[in-house]
């Protein structure tokens, strides 16, 4: 993964909502579990769980469209 490209798109994520941004940040950087999350954030589980999801899937988008070649 560009890590440059993957900081960019975490921004932009970032402006959209800012909650699915943490939870990415805190699932893929700091290892920390659904629960924990939870309990930080002050949302359900269900909640983080979706927005894991969510988050995953638009940086991946993000992703694919910041790639060389790709359509933007």
Do not use: C, N
């Amino acid at each position: 993964v560009d890590v440059l490209a993957l900081e960019e798109a975490l921004e932009h994520l970032g402006e959209v909502s800012e909650r699915q941004a943490q939870v990415f940040e805190m699932r893929f950087f700091s290892g920390l579990r659904v629960k924990e999350i939870a309990a930080l954030l002050s949302v359900s589980e269900r909640t983080v769980k979706r927005d894991w999801t969510v988050a995953r899937t638009w940086l991946a988008r993000e992703l694919y469209r910041q790639a060389p070649g790709k359509p933007r």
